[in-house]
Each structure stands twice: as structure tokens, then as C-alpha cells.
């Protein structure tokens, strides 16, 4: 294993230009359930019913009955090693951006500055009628929440089943899969369409694909790690580092 993350570690110090895409398996080591996990939320809430755009203008009160602790214990939530290292790639020039599919701001949180968020996030909280921006976890009592000026539903900044990806976000995406040489592909199983097709691009650009999984998902990575990204992630930083204070 140390050889296969030695040869990661040169493989990222030598590309051009690095990024990295990233699913809901990254946060699980921060108590994050991930989607198709058993504990997962939609294991045990019907995502038609709860988290829909349709089922929200019916009756917001039911994604806030699920949704509500999450953003209101929204600082709780602690980024674990796998997101700090990828702040730190990015931090020593090796990483240029990271694209993810979270909602849970914990990039973010762990420095990334250069974070494409393709779901939105539960950080801003927006008044459906005036577009007064909260910010979790400070969000008024109730479920769901009013705005305080205007009486308005709040919803939180996500996409919702059945709502579009924001535009801007998913084509600076494409840009950044088609011009990189290199994607970590860290905790995602790869089946949520339009982001699935994001590490094909990459392939069909020429790159190479490192996917750090419990299991391998995507059917052309070139190098899989089988290991907590938790764990991989500090591990590929210790070899890196290792490389550069021998050179
Ligand atoms: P997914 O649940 O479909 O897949 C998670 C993947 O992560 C699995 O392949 C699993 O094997 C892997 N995994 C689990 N623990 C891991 C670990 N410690 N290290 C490395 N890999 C691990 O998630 P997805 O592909 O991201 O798609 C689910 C959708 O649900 C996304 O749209 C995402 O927005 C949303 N979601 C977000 C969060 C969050 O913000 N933290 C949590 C749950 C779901």
C-alpha cells in the first residue's frame, strides 16, 4: 500500500493541473451519513416526499422536519483529515480546485478556497419572498423558519430533487474536468447524473483518474485506493511531503 501511495504522491506532484471531485463518503468520518448508507437519510425519508422542489412548495415544513438539526447544529459539523488535506494541496500549489457534490460546507471549513459547490449549500438560507440571506446555524425558531422581515418561507441555498444544478457552477465544472490531467475522485459511487459524467470527461480529455472508495465505483479509474479517504488522504500528504524534502 505505502508504494501505491508513494506513486500517488509523485503522480500529483507532477501533473499540471490537479483537482479533485468529491461525494458524501468524504464527510462520513466527520458523522456525516452518506446518502446510500444504511443510517442514510434516504434510507428512512422518501426523497419525493421530503426533499423534493414539488413536495417543498406543498409543505416546507417536512424537508425542515428532516433537515432542521443539521443546520441549526450547522458549526458542530468539523472537517475531517481528508478535507484538510486537501485544503493543504491547495494551499502548496498542487491542487487547483475542488468540486463537490456536498452540501455540508465542510471544504469550506477546512480552508479550500477554490470550492465548486454543484449542490449548493446549507450554509446560506434564503427568504423564498424577499431573498433575506441567513446564514446556519443562525436561522429563526419554527418549522419551517420565517424570515424575520417579511413573513416568507426560509429554504436553504440547495438543490432540491427536481430542481436544475446551478449553471455557472456545473460549467465551470466541465472546464475544470476537461483541462486537468489528474482527479482524486473521493467518496462518491458515481451514479448521480450530471455529476457522474464529470471523471469521464476527464477521461475522455486525456487525464488520469485516483478514486479513493470503500469500493470502486467508477468503471475507468487508473488508480484505486480501497481505504477511509480519512485515512488515504494524510497518507498520500506524508509520502508527498517525503518526495519534496528529498529533492
Ligand atoms: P453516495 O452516498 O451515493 O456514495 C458515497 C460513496 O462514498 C460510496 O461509494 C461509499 O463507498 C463511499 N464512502 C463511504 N465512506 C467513505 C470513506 N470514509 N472514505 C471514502 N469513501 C467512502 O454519495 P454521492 O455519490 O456523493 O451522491 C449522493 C448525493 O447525496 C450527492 O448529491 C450529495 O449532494 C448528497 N449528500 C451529501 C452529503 C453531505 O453534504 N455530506 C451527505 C449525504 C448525501
Wanted: aromatic share 8%.
Amino acid at each position: 500500500m505505502e508504494e501505491k501511495y508513494k506513486r500517488i504522491a509523485k503522480l500529483l506532484l507532477n501533473s499540471k493541473k490537479c483537482i479533485a471531485l468529491t461525494g458524501a463518503g468524504i464527510s462520513a468520518e466527520s458523522g456525516i451519513p452518506t446518502f446510500r448508507s444504511k443510517e442514510g437519510m434516504w434510507e428512512k425519508y422518501d426523497p419525493a416526499v421530503y426533499a423534493s422542489i414539488d413536495a417543498f412548495h406543498k409543505d416546507p415544513s417536512k424537508y425542515w422536519t428532516i433537515r432542521g438539526d443539521f443546520i441549526r447544529n450547522y458549526d458542530d459539523y468539523k472537517p475531517n483529515p481528508a478535507h484538510l488535506t486537501l485544503a493543504e494541496l491547495e494551499k502548496m500549489g498542487v491542487l487547483t480546485s475542488v468540486i463537490t457534490q456536498n452540501i455540508d460546507g465542510l471544504h469550506s471549513k477546512a480552508g479550500s478556497k477554490q470550492v465548486i459547490e454543484l449542490h449548493g449549500t446549507l450554509r446560506r438560507i434564503l427568504c423564498m419572498q424577499c431573498s433575506k440571506e441567513y446564514t446556519a446555524p443562525n436561522v429563526p425558531d419554527g418549522t419551517p423558519p420565517l424570515c424575520d422581515e417579511c413573513g416568507g418561507v426560509l429554504k436553504p441555498n440547495t438543490v432540491l430533487f427536481g430542481e436544475p444544478l446551478p449553471a455557472k457552477a456545473l460549467s465551470e465544472a466541465q472546464r475544470e474536468c476537461s483541462t486537468c490531467d489528474i482527479m482524486l475522485l473521493i467518496g462518491t459511487s458515481t451514479v448521480v447524473y450530471p455529476v457522474a459524467a464529470l471523471p469521464k470527461l476527464v477521461k475522455e480529455n486525456g487525464g488520469q483518474v485516483i478514486e479513493l472508495n470503500l469500493e470502486n465505483a467508477f468503471p475507468f479509474t487508473d488508480y484505486f485506493i480501497g481505504e477511509k479517504a480519512g485515512t488515504a488522504m494524510p497518507q498520500i500528504m506524508a509520502e508527498l511531503k517525503k518526495i519534496k524534502n528529498n529533492n
